[in-house]
């Protein structure tokens, strides 16, 4: 996906509850960003850091889209993974065999639930939930980074959906490129670790598509190896 405008370049002062990031426009003037992300954004938070700015018709006048972390731009609006993954699902990209028919968003197949795409129709519909990957350590990208129970039922139903016999599949877009390999935050969140593995053996496909993040765009690179933990 690309930028339109490209994105201004910033630094990153500090987080304030939760959705609010104080920056720094080149030229000294300070402001404040809309941060869309409910996660802990652990490692990305370092005051100083490069940021990646763009205009914004909301409340706020900037928008917050990536932090710069090691050399490593990080894509940390969270919305980005969807619209990314809708690209790759479209294009053909994933490794994942996809069964024919349109990329469908927002379906409801669950009383109560939305599953973020649906790929082929009937008998052979594929579900997929996708889920916004930034933090990564020694190489590896994980997820959560923080106790996700909204998370843990998105996998619950695709666990379900696998047992009655219909395809299912979780999707990573880990958004920064600095990765060779994607495991679950098993200390983090215990509890999704282990309803990953539960849901990956009851037949729950998963796969992780590592994205290069700069001013013009995010650009899917490939997929790298998915870690299950027993």
Partial sequence: MQFDPPLALARFLGR???FFADVELPGGRLTTAHLANTGSMMGLLAPGARALIRPSRATL????EALEVAGTWVAVNTLRANQVAREVLQAGLAQCALPAGPVRAEIVLEPGS????????GSDALAIEVKSVTMASAGTAFFPDA???RGLKHLHLLTQRARRG????MLFMILREDVQAFAPASRIDPDWAAAFSEATQA???AEAIRCAVDAAGITPLGSVPVIISP
């Fill in 16 to 18: 304030r509850k939760r």
């Fill in 61 to 64: 006048p900037y928008a917050l």
């Fill in 114 to 121: 939305r599953t973020d795409f649906v790929v082929g129709s």
């Fill in 147 to 149: 106790v996700t129970a």
């Fill in 166 to 169: 219909e395809a299912a599949l």
């Fill in 203 to 205: 037949g729950v496909r």
